[in-house]
């Protein structure tokens, strides 16, 4: 948590550092109305894995670090109010990706293997910002969700495992600065942290049919996404 809390205040900090000094009361910036846009940047993930398997001797959790290239595209409404802006914002990102773990213990000693898989996130969260003089700064905060596929293969032929695939649902906390390119044109920085949690329990099966053996397989999710992102945005007029 402090790192999320620094990491957010740092960017604030920046962009504000940046802002001329003097924030006008009566500001002729009008960051009212409707945007849409596009993201991209690079998020890095703590997958904490719980897991409940009835054979062999697995690890009780295990943690995988997916960490990759990121994008997708944003849209919302924000209305201003002197020198205050809030509003509300739609933003889908492609998934982190896939990592695996090998040497696992699912049914003989080292050869099997566990990898996890994030989709796409979607967020819809609130925005609250502060018009420093043609910066505007804001803090975020709303709703997350994503789809996590998880993989059990115990490596041994016929390969009995798991493959399973569920949405999770969390929460995304942010913080970030914009500034105007031309009319219109908008670019900023910003920082997320979006967490996950879901719960999955499955029947372990021969991988190459789907025919269950009958035990099930239970796993407890904790995901963490931290995101910095650049921001292009285009606001229609109002």
Known sequence: MKRIISSAVAL??????????????????????????????????????????????????????????????????????????????????????????????????????????????????GRLGYDFGGLLAYVKAGYATADISLKANDGVPPNYGFDVSDRAHGFIVGAGGEIELGKNIFFGLEYNYISLKHDFTTPVVVLSSGAPLGPTSTSNVDTDIHSFLARLTYKFSN
């Open 12 to 125: 604030v900090a920046f962009c504000v550092a940046f802002a001329p000094v003097q924030a006008s009361a009566n500001s002729s910036h009008r960051w009212g109305g409707a945007y849409i846009g596009l993201h991209g940047g690079f998020a890095f993930t703590d997958l904490d894995w719980g897991l409940t398997y009835p054979y062999g001797a697995p690890p009780p959790s295990t943690t995988l670090d997916v960490s990759n290239g990121v994008g997708g595209v944003h849209a919302g409404i924000q209305r201003q109010f002197g020198t205050w802006v809030a509003g509300i914002e739609v933003a889908y990102t492609s998934g982190p990706g896939t990592q695996t773990e090998e040497r696992v213990n699912l049914w003989a000693p080292n050869v099997g293997s566990l990898s996890a898989d994030i989709g796409p996130i979607l967020t819809v969260s």
